[in-house]
């Protein structure tokens, strides 16, 4: 299919949420993966657009028998800007299968681990249970049901006081291994996520160091393949071992990328490091490392904020030296919340068919994805990419509509917003969130 002819099959949406995370992988009408997410109308940021995400999403996903249904959900790990919404999901929509992490029974078992958030609580509850369900109905000789399966992926040596201790291998993942079924549907030769993190020496590390980092492959029919890189929210130390460890392997073929989601929201700490006298220290082997994998035409995706025209020591990401690092080893660098139009940030979508891997550009997003929704309505085949395209289009155009809605600051409150950014805030926060401070 060429461009001309509509948006492909097959592919990923990387919503514009502000600084977090929302990636819908679409294998075919039938089976979405959802990586991480970050409902907008549930922030309690003040300039954060009260935009309701997975409101959106549910009416774009497939319906199977009366109930929208997502094949698996994903969260690479318990931030609040990677799950913000899950509970809310989880009430309207059927998800087959859960991808957890060993990090959530670590941090439940430790009274000294940060506090998760109320959405990451109700994911290791719905973990649990589905851990429950999957034991039962391995006792009688079956196996879970769509809807109460999970896949715990990692290792952690204290897995003996963990929920999950008894689950089967079938029901576990590691780095190094590849998956290509989701939800009970094999979709090998269309679909692979290659496993490449959290490793068992990081499951005592901080919450960001255990982020679950895969490798996505969709390949077309006639076998033109796309490679999506996700590493979560590591840092430089985890990011390297990624790449140490498969190179050792002769896994060079699961590194490779046509699209980079940025790691932490363009944070620097991917590839500066600070000596003791608080200087920052370019890492070349991370940059070098990423871009002796990139495939020609390879673009580097930041799921943030828009870009600072200068870093302030002690903010948060995105980070505008690390944007200048990308720019300098990728084709592209887009960030999702000034994609197109920083007024009106526009989905980054990324699709897969005999035209190539590649970012979709131009009217053909809006309008191919507004079509889409007649088409579905028909049944039509091949249109639940376009789908979610519209859901994250529809997305898009409520954010400056909820910007504009904010009332005007007076005065005092507009010197005490300066006094704040100046600060890096006006107190520390309550939960460490990222690195805790860059």
Request: charged share 25%.
């Given at each position: 299919m060429s461009e001309s002819e509509g948006l492909p099959a097959r592919g990923v949406v990387f919503w514009p949420v502000g600084t977090?995370?929302?990636?819908?992988?679409?294998?075919?009408?039938?089976?979405?993966?959802q990586v991480d997410i970050h409902d907008m109308a549930k922030a309690d940021d003040s300039d954060t657009p009260e935009v309701a995400v997975v409101d959106r999403l549910v009416e774009a996903l497939p319906v199977i028998?009366?109930?929208?249904?997502?094949?698996?959900?994903?969260?690479?790990?318990?931030?609040?800007d990677h799950c913000l919404g899950f509970a809310d999901l989880l009430e309207k929509v059927n998800i087959g299968e859960l991808w957890s992490t060993p990090r959530?029974?670590?941090?439940?078992?430790?009274?000294?681990?940060?506090?998760?958030?109320?959405?990451?609580?109700?994911?290791r509850e719905?973990?649990?249970?589905?851990?429950?369900?999957?034991?039962?109905?391995?006792?009688?000789?079956?196996?879970?049901?769509?809807?109460?399966?999970?896949?715990?992926?990692?290792?952690?040596?204290?897995?003996?006081?963990?929920?999950?201790?008894?689950?089967?291998?079938?029901?576990?993942?590691?780095?190094g291994q590849s998956l290509t079924t989701l939800d009970g549907h094999d979709r090998r030769g269309v679909f692979e996520a290659f496993i490449h993190a959290p490793f068992k020496d990081d499951a005592?590390?901080?919450?960001?160091e255990t982020s679950l980092s895969m490798q996505v492959t969709l390949t077309d029919e006639t076998g033109v393949d796309g490679k999506v890189l996700l590493f979560g929210d590591l840092a430089h130390d985890t990011i390297m071992k990624v790449f140490n460890y498969s190179e050792y392997h002769n896994r060079q073929r699961y590194l490779e990328w046509d699209l980079l989601l940025a790691p932490h929201h363009c944070s620097k700490r991917v590839m500066y490091k600070r000596d003791a006298d608080g200087t920052e220290q370019l890492q070349m082997d991370v940059l070098n490392a990423f871009e002796r994998n990139a495939r020609t035409g390879g673009t580097v995706v930041?799921?943030?904020?828009?870009?600072?025209?200068?870093?302030?020591?002690?903010?948060?990401?995105?980070?505008?030296?690390?944007?200048?690092?990308?720019?300098?080893?990728?084709?592209?660098?887009?960030?999702?919340?000034?994609?197109?139009?920083?007024?009106?940030?526009?989905?980054?979508?990324?699709?897969?068919?005999?035209?190539?891997?590649?970012?979709?550009?131009?009217?053909?997003?809006?309008?191919?994805?507004?079509?889409?929704?007649?088409?579905?309505?028909?049944?039509?085949?091949?249109?639940?990419?376009?789908?979610?395209?519209?859901?994250?289009?529809?997305?898009?155009?409520e954010i400056p509509r909820s910007a504009a809605a904010v009332?005007?600051?007076?005065?005092?409150?507009r010197v005490d917003m300066a006094v704040s950014v100046d600060r890096g805030g006006s107190r520390a926060p309550e939960t460490p969130v990222g690195f805790g401070i860059e």
């Open positions: 977090g995370d929302s990636t819908t992988v679409v294998v075919d009408d039938e089976v979405v993966m028998d009366g109930t929208p249904y997502l094949a698996t959900f994903v969260l690479t790990h318990a931030d609040k959530l029974w670590r941090e439940y078992n430790d009274a000294d681990a940060p506090e998760l958030c109320s959405d990451a609580v109700a994911f719905e973990s649990e249970r589905r851990i429950t369900a999957t034991m039962d109905a391995v006792k009688s000789g079956g196996v879970p049901a769509s809807g109460d399966r999970i896949r715990v992926v990692g290792y952690d040596d204290g897995h003996g006081s963990h929920a999950y201790d008894e689950l089967p291998d079938e029901y576990l993942a590691w780095p005592s590390a901080p919450r960001n930041c799921s943030s904020g828009t870009f600072p025209d200068e870093d302030v020591d002690g903010h948060n990401p995105p980070h505008r030296m690390a944007a200048d690092r990308y720019e300098e080893i990728a084709d592209e660098v887009i960030c999702t919340m000034s994609w197109v139009d920083e007024g009106a940030p526009s989905p980054v979508v990324f699709g897969v068919d005999t035209a190539g891997a590649r970012i979709i550009r131009g009217e053909l997003v809006k309008s191919a994805a507004s079509e889409a929704v007649v088409e579905l309505a028909a049944s039509a085949v091949g249109r639940r990419f376009a789908a979610i395209t519209a859901a994250a289009v529809a997305v898009a155009s009332a005007p600051l007076t005065g005092p409150e």
